[in-house]
Nanobody, 124 residues
C-alpha cells in the first residue's frame, strides 16, 4: 500500500517561511500530479497548489500566488511547498495528495491518495 507522508510543518512568526515536504512510497510518483491542500479549524479543506506529472506546469490558489512555490524531485519521490511571507490566515493542517491521472486539479475529488497532514501555525 502506498503512502504519502508530509513533514516540515511547525510554528513560525508572521512574515516567516517554511518548506513542507511530502514523500511518496509505493506509488509511481513521477506519473502522478501532486497537490497541496489545507484545512483550518471549522473550515473546509481548500486547494493551495498543484504540479502536473513529470515536473510539468503548476497551479496555485489566489491566496498562494506570489508567496508559495510547489516543486517536485522525481528522483526522491518528493513534492515540496515553499511558503514565504506567511500570514496568520495560513494557519492550517496542510495535506499533500496524489492524482493518478497526472493532470492535476484544484478540486479535492480529483485526488486519489492523501497524506495525514502536517500542522502549520503562523503567529501574529
Amino acid at each position: 500500500q502506498g503512502q504519502l507522508v508530509e513533514s516540515g510543518g511547525g510554528l513560525v512568526q508572521a512574515g516567516g517561511s517554511l518548506r513542507l515536504s511530502c514523500a511518496a512510497s509505493g506509488h509511481p510518483f513521477r506519473s502522478y500530479a501532486m497537490g497541496w491542500f489545507r484545512q483550518a479549524p471549522g473550515k473546509e479543506r481548500e486547494f493551495v497548489a498543484a504540479i502536473r506529472r513529470f515536473g510539468g506546469s503548476t497551479l496555485y490558489a489566489d491566496s498562494a500566488k506570489g508567496r508559495f512555490t510547489i516543486s517536485r524531485d522525481n528522483a526522491k519521490n518528493t513534492v515540496y511547498l515553499q511558503m514565504n511571507s506567511l500570514k496568520p490566515e495560513d494557519t492550517a493542517v496542510y495535506y499533500c495528495a496524489a492524482d493518478i491521472t497526472g493532470v492535476g486539479s484544484t478540486l479535492r475529488v480529483a485526488y486519489n491518495y492523501w497524506g495525514q497532514g502536517t500542522q502549520v501555525t503562523v503567529s501574529s
